[in-house]
C-alpha cells in the first residue's frame, strides 16, 4: 500500500504543546515514515496565522530531506504573491540540492486576506504576481541566463535535477486551470470541477492528454484501537481544523472544502474526518480502487503521542495486512 504525510504545524493553546516540539516530532515522523516506504510527504504555507500555522516550508523540508533518503516532497502551496521570485528561486535551488532533486512545487495565489494586508500586497495582483513567479522559477530552473524585469540574471549555482523541482498551480477557478495550461507543468485543483477547462486548454496547446482530474475529496482518517473513544480524544483537533480553515473560506463566501460547523456531532456527520479501527481501514481499502492514503497526523494541534499511536497501529497492523 501507497503512503504519504501531510504537515501545516497548526498548533492551537488546546493543543497544551510547545511548536519547537511540534516541529521536532515531525521531523521523526519523516524519518519513520521513510524507512516504512512512504512516497510524499506534503507541507502547506500560511501567514500570522493565530494557531502557528506553518509560514516558512522551505527550511522545513530542507530539515526533512536532511533526516530521510528516498521519500518525495511537496510544497503544497507556496503563495508566491508574498515571495521576491528571484530569492524564492535560489532558496528552492539549494533545497533541490539539499534534497537531491526530491523536492516539487505547487504555487499557490491565497486567499486569506489577513496574510495579503500582513504584507501589503493587493489581492487584484495575485495573478501577474503568480504568473511572474511561475516563469522565473522555470527560467533560473535552467540554469541558465534569462531576462529579468528588464534585465539580465543568471541564478546560480544550478539545481540537481535537470529543470529543478516541477512547477504545477493550485486553483480553483477557470482562469487558474487556464493559466495553469500555458504556464505551468501541471495543475492541481482545489475544486475538481474546474480541471476540464485546464484539460481543454492543454489540448487546445497540442500537448498530451493529462487524463482525469488527479484530485479527490479531501478526507482525514485516523486509528484507535477503539474508534470511538478515538474520536472522543482526536474531534476537538478536527474541529479546529475544520472551522479555521471555514473561516479563512468564508471571507470570498466558499463553503468547499472546509466550512464552519457548530460542534464535533456536525463535524462527524460530514464525514470528512474519521477514526477508524485498523480492522476497519483494511477492510475499506481493500476494496478501493486507490491503494494510496495520505495521513495527516498532527491535524488540528492533534497532541504527538495521540499523533504516534495512530502512527503505530498504521504501521504494525496496516501496512502488514495490505502488503
Same mark, same amino acid.
Given at each position: 500500500?501507497? =503512503?504519504?504525510?501531510? =504537515?501545516?504545524?497548526?498548533?492551537?493553546?488546546?493543543?497544551?504543546?510547545?511548536?519547537?516540539?511540534?516541529?521536532?516530532?515531525?521531523?521523526?515522523?519523516? !524519518?519513520?515514515?521513510?524507512?516504512?516506504?512512504?512516497?510524499?510527504?506534503? @507541507?502547506?504555507?500560511?501567514?500570522?496565522?493565530?494557531?502557528?500555522y506553518?509560514? $516558512?516550508?522551505?527550511?522545513?523540508?530542507?530539515?526533512?530531506?536532511?533526516?530521510t533518503?528516498?521519500?518525495?516532497?511537496?510544497?503544497?502551496a507556496?503563495i508566491v504573491?508574498?515571495?521576491?521570485?528571484?530569492r524564492?528561486?535560489?532558496?528552492?535551488?539549494?533545497?533541490?540540492?539539499?534534497?537531491?532533486?526530491?523536492?516539487?512545487?505547487?504555487?499557490?495565489?491565497?486567499?486569506?486576506?489577513?496574510?495579503?494586508?500582513?504584507?501589503?500586497?493587493?489581492?487584484?495582483?495575485?495573478?501577474?504576481? @503568480?504568473?511572474?513567479? @511561475?516563469?522565473?522559477?522555470?527560467?533560473?530552473?535552467?540554469?541558465?541566463? =534569462?531576462?529579468?524585469?528588464g534585465?539580465?540574471?543568471?541564478?546560480?549555482?544550478?539545481?540537481?535535477?535537470?529543470g529543478?523541482?516541477?512547477?504545477?498551480?493550485?486553483?480553483? $477557478?477557470?482562469? !487558474?486551470?487556464?493559466?495553469?495550461?500555458?504556464?505551468?507543468?501541471?495543475?492541481?485543483?482545489?475544486?475538481?470541477?474546474?480541471?476540464?477547462?485546464?484539460?481543454?486548454?492543454?489540448?487546445?496547446?497540442?500537448?498530451?492528454?493529462?487524463?482525469?482530474?488527479?484530485?479527490?475529496?479531501?478526507?482525514?482518517?485516523?486509528?484507535?484501537?477503539?474508534?470511538?473513544?478515538?474520536?472522543?480524544?482526536?474531534?476537538?483537533?478536527?474541529?479546529?481544523?475544520?472551522?479555521?480553515?471555514?473561516?479563512?473560506?468564508?471571507q470570498?463566501?466558499?463553503?468547499?472544502?472546509?466550512?464552519?460547523?457548530?460542534?464535533?456531532?456536525?463535524?462527524?456527520?460530514?464525514?470528512?474526518?474519521?477514526?477508524?479501527?485498523?480492522?476497519? =481501514?483494511?477492510?475499506?481499502e481493500?476494496?478501493?480502487?486507490?491503494g494510496?492514503?495520505?495521513?495527516?497526523? +498532527?491535524?488540528?494541534?492533534?497532541?504527538?503521542? +495521540?499523533?504516534?499511536? $495512530?502512527?503505530?497501529?498504521?504501521?504494525?497492523?496496516v501496512?502488514?495486512?495490505?502488503?
Open positions: 500500500m501507497l =503512503f504519504g504525510l501531510r =504537515f501545516d504545524f497548526r498548533n492551537p493553546a488546546l493543543a497544551g504543546s510547545a511548536m519547537a516540539d511540534r516541529y521536532q516530532a515531525a521531523l521523526e515522523m519523516a !524519518a519513520w515514515s521513510d524507512r516504512l516506504g512512504c512516497v510524499s510527504i506534503a @507541507v502547506s504555507e500560511h501567514h500570522g496565522s493565530p494557531d502557528g506553518l509560514p $516558512s516550508p522551505i527550511p522545513m523540508i530542507a530539515a526533512m530531506a536532511a533526516k533518503d528516498a521519500v518525495h516532497f511537496m510544497i503544497a507556496l504573491p508574498f515571495h521576491d521570485p528571484l524564492l528561486a535560489e532558496d528552492l535551488i539549494v533545497l533541490d540540492n539539499i534534497s537531491r532533486g526530491r523536492v516539487d512545487v505547487i504555487i499557490g495565489a491565497g486567499y486569506v486576506h489577513e496574510e495579503f494586508a500582513m504584507f501589503d500586497v493587493p489581492m487584484n495582483e495575485r495573478a501577474a504576481r @503568480v504568473t511572474e513567479a @511561475v516563469v522565473t522559477l522555470k527560467a533560473a530552473f535552467s540554469g541558465e541566463p =534569462f531576462d529579468y524585469r534585465r539580465k540574471v543568471h541564478v546560480t549555482p544550478g539545481p540537481y535535477r535537470p529543478g523541482p516541477s512547477v504545477s498551480l493550485g486553483g480553483s $477557478s477557470v482562469a !487558474a486551470a487556464r493559466r495553469a495550461a500555458r504556464i505551468a507543468d501541471g495543475f492541481v485543483p482545489s475544486d475538481p470541477g474546474v480541471w476540464e477547462p485546464y484539460r481543454d486548454e492543454v489540448l487546445k496547446l497540442g500537448r498530451p492528454d493529462p487524463g482525469p482530474c488527479p484530485t479527490g475529496p479531501t478526507t482525514v482518517v485516523a486509528l484507535a484501537v477503539d474508534a470511538d473513544e478515538g474520536w472522543q480524544r482526536m474531534a476537538p483537533f478536527f474541529l479546529h481544523e475544520m472551522n479555521a480553515y471555514g473561516l479563512w473560506q468564508a470570498d463566501g466558499l463553503a468547499n472544502p472546509y466550512r464552519t460547523v457548530a460542534d464535533t456531532d456536525e463535524l462527524r456527520a460530514t464525514g470528512r474526518y474519521r477514526v477508524l479501527t485498523p480492522a476497519q =481501514f483494511v477492510a475499506e481493500q476494496t478501493s480502487p486507490q494510496f492514503v495520505m495521513l495527516h497526523p +498532527l491535524c488540528g494541534g492533534m497532541p504527538v503521542d +495521540l499523533a504516534w499511536s $495512530s502512527l503505530h497501529l498504521f504501521e504494525h497492523e501496512l502488514p495486512a495490505l502488503g
